[in-house]
């Protein structure tokens, strides 16, 4: 019961930033945890970061870091994810996506996902 719609993709120079937002039609309740995975050409579909929505609790993929911040809006409903520091390798599509199972990670858990939007960091 938790349609997500992913905004802000584009095409950004090594060293940039840019910010993701996920907007929930409906409201998010405590017990879900929403993610951030990514899928570049060719790759398997990756975590990126996790919240829950008390905002108590984060978890990043190494990779990401120091470099990328996830938080959430109550009051808005949304889940969104700075990026700095962006490098060629962040190249891919970014999907927002919600569980009820609790503070995980992995990808076949997740309920709920968006279409995803394209984030192109040129080198």
């Known amino acids: 019961q938790v349609p997500l719609v992913e905004s802000g993709g584009g095409l950004v120079q090594a060293g940039g930033s840019l910010r993701l937002s996920c907007a929930a039609s409906?409201?998010?309740?405590?017990?879900?945890?929403m993610a951030w995975f990514r899928q570049a050409p060719g790759k398997e579909r990756e975590f990126v970061a996790a919240?829950?929505?008390?905002?108590?609790?984060?978890s990043y993929a190494d990779s990401v870091k120091g470099r990328f911040t996830i938080s959430r809006d109550n009051a808005k409903n949304t889940l969104s994810l700075q990026m700095n520091s962006l490098k060629p390798e962040d190249t891919a599509v970014y999907y927002c996506?919600?569980?009820?199972?609790?503070?995980?990670?992995?990808?076949?858990?997740?309920?709920?996902w968006g279409q995803g939007t394209q984030v192109t960091v040129s080198s």
């Open positions: 409906g409201r998010i309740t405590s017990n879900f945890v």
């Open positions: 919240i829950n929505w008390p905002g108590t609790w984060t």
């Open positions: 996506a919600a569980t009820s199972s609790g503070l995980v990670i992995a990808r076949s858990l997740y309920e709920y």
